[in-house]
């Protein structure tokens, strides 16, 4: 809930001070054990401290602020090791290396164990149109502030300090030690976004362990009337039994250990992936734990795994998310009957509601959509399934292309549960709704191409992926780092096409941060463009870009700063599929 800020802001801000804590939840049905996670929650108010964390609430026009806080601490201040088995040996944060060797790749002379060091962090706002000293860069994460730190760690990363100074220039507030001040001006479309930890090479595991909650920007000329939508979404200060009729949905897939303990599972070897045993680095080129994906084998809802949500016999609003590390979802009801009326996507709402008997969602995608219960008779249980696939997705129809996810476990997301209806519906039906009109982006000023590739394992006797990278492509791909000279630096004021040529054999999702943009088309090499599925047809931030196929995005550039372009299947993100680019002209050196 909105504090005071220690300091009088420039402009009105609503201001919250937030933690990463680690708690136990159960996520797990009784009688088994509850879970131990991490997550965000509002310092001063312990009981919002959840796994999702809970909703920010945000107005079109008002500033809000947020002091972010690395609180992975025990009870005696002393720093809490990762809840799961983090590889030393890729290009990340990086704190044992000192102020000398953070953020990079070190050099082992035998295969090193799991770090077990305090832990990074720095929260990105998915979606948000943000300063660069707020927008969550990589290098810019910092350690908890605990009385055990190791002499000669790295406090922070490489760009916190930068960042830091130019953050209290904006908002008069200093960053202390484990901490981050970050303001988001909400001066974008009323959408759905989400927050979430972008630490350099651990993303997959800090996610994971939970810290991850939606961000509901309302208000401004793209949003609708109060009543005109399904309402009210839950709200602090709520009294229990409230009945909620917009609901934001996080899916997400988890493993548990099968010790009865409850713990989260995540591999600790490459061999669980595909089943080679070593030798790793140094000995070949192969990390020792890094997995190239991750497929869990439960659903988990809102941070329960196959819940069942009791509705009535009236029309929804769900908000969406794709919360997974790598699976695509591939969302459809048992009811064949009862389709999706999607109303918008990533950056806001779409020109016109579109239904949809399936809805395709790549990790990090939301979608905002209407689901119309009027009619169907109490007692009417109907199944919320998941029809895709249980291995990396490359595209085509669930069960001729792929085989479909076991319907058994992660085939089945939640079930609805019809009750009695309580009072009328006074929404608008979804074939009815005139959603705010949408003004497109003016002429590209300026195309260029860009590259997915992958790097295959040069080891003997072993053919294996070995990382994801991005690149440019002039004829052929150039494969480039993070490390690499920034080669995207769109002027400011640009709208730029992006061409993303994907050398891969698996689809990837697409995310830039800090712009909201048009997918143009897609088009196979060698053949026709085609345009965009009906529900891309607003703005988005993530896009999915097939294998063997051209993916044209449009996007203003209108906010000078450095900020990063990745793969959003947070494996192949740690490892190396993340590129800076910087808006403006003369970027940064490595």
């Not at 809840?83 to 070190?106: E, K, Q």
């Not at 860069?137 to 730190?149: G, H, M, R, V």
Request: with cysteine; charged share 20%.
């Amino acid at each position: 809930m909105p504090q005071t800020p220690p300091l009088t802001p420039a402009v009105e801000v609503d201001y919250y001070e937030i933690a990463v804590r680690q708690f136990r939840q159960q996520i797990l049905p009784p009688p088994y054990p509850m879970t131990t996670v991490w997550s965000y929650g509002s310092v001063n108010h312990p009981e919002t401290f959840n796994y999702p964390a809970f909703t920010i609430e945000a107005r079109h026009g008002q500033a809000v602020r947020v002091k972010w806080i690395n609180g992975l601490v025990d009870a005696d201040g002393r720093y809490l090791p990762h809840l799961l088995p983090v590889d030393p040996t890729l290009h990340w944060a990086n704190p044992p290396g000192g102020p000398a060797g953070r953020d990079m790749r070190p050099d082992f002379s035998s295969t090193p164990p799991p770090y077990t060091g305090p832990v990074p962090i720095v929260t990105h706002l998915h979606g948000g149109h943000t300063h660069e000293e707020s927008d969550g860069y990589a290098e810019a994460w910092y350690l908890p502030k605990a009385k055990n730190i190791p002499g000669g760690f790295a406090w922070f990363g490489s760009w916190y300090r930068r960042f830091g100074a130019k953050a209290q220039a904006r908002t008069g507030q200093a960053w202390t030690p484990g901490t981050a001040v970050f303001q988001y001006e909400n001066d974008q479309d009323a959408s759905t976004l989400w927050y979430h930890d972008h630490t350099l090479g651990m993303t997959r595991l800090n996610v994971y362990a939970g810290p991850a909650g939606f961000y509901l920007l309302r208000g401004g000329d793209r949003d609708l009337p109060d009543g005109v939508l399904p309402g009210p979404a839950p709200a602090l200060g709520d009294p229990p039994g409230t009945r909620y009729y917009e609901i934001p949905i996080a899916i997400q897939d988890r493993s548990f250990k099968k010790d009865g303990s409850g713990a989260l599972f995540y591999p600790d070897s490459r061999e669980f992936f595909d089943g080679f045993e070593g030798p790793y680095i140094p000995h070949s080129d192969v990390s020792p734990i890094w997995n190239p994906e991750f497929f869990g084998n439960t659903t988990v809802v809102n941070g329960r795994t196959w819940p069942y949500l009791e509705v009535e016999p009236r029309r929804y609003r769900f908000r969406l998310l794709n919360g997974c590390n790598s699976r695509f979802l591939i969302l459809e009801f048992s009811d064949p009957n009862l389709k999706f009326w999607q109303i918008g996507a990533d950056g806001g709402f779409l020109p016109a509601p579109v239904q949809l008997g399936r809805l395709l969602l790549s990790p990090a995608e939301r979608a905002d959509v209407i689901v119309d219960l009027t009619g169907y008779p109490e007692g009417t249980e109907i199944l919320l399934k998941n029809i895709g696939p249980d291995e990396p997705f490359g595209g085509g129809i669930p069960g001729i292309d792929f085989p479909v996810a076991d319907p058994n476990t992660t085939g089945q997301v939640m079930q609805l549960r019809v009750v009695p209806l309580t009072g009328p519906d006074l929404s608008t039906p979804p074939d009815q709704l005139v959603l705010p009109d949408l003004s497109p982006l003016g002429p590209a000023t300026n195309t260029r191409q860009v590259s997915l590739n992958e790097e295959e394992s040069e080891f003997p006797g072993f053919e294996g992926p070995i990382a994801a990278l991005l690149g440019t492509y002039n004829g052929t791909p150039v494969t480039l780092g993070w490390d690499d000279p920034i080669t995207e630096h769109p002027a400011l004021g640009a709208i730029e096409v992006w061409e993303m040529y994907n050398f891969t054999e698996d689809a990837h999702p697409i995310h830039i941060h800090e712009v909201q943009f048009e997918v143009v088309d897609r088009q196979p090499f060698g053949g026709s463009p085609y345009g965009p599925e009906p529900g891309e047809t607003g703005f988005k931030d993530t896009v999915i870009a097939y294998p063997g196929e051209i993916t044209r995005v449009k996007a203003l550039y209108d906010r000078p700063g450095l900020y990063v372009w990745h793969c959003h299947i947070v494996e192949h993100e740690d490892n190396e599929m993340m590129r800076p680019y910087f808006i403006g002209p003369n970027p940064p050196a490595p």
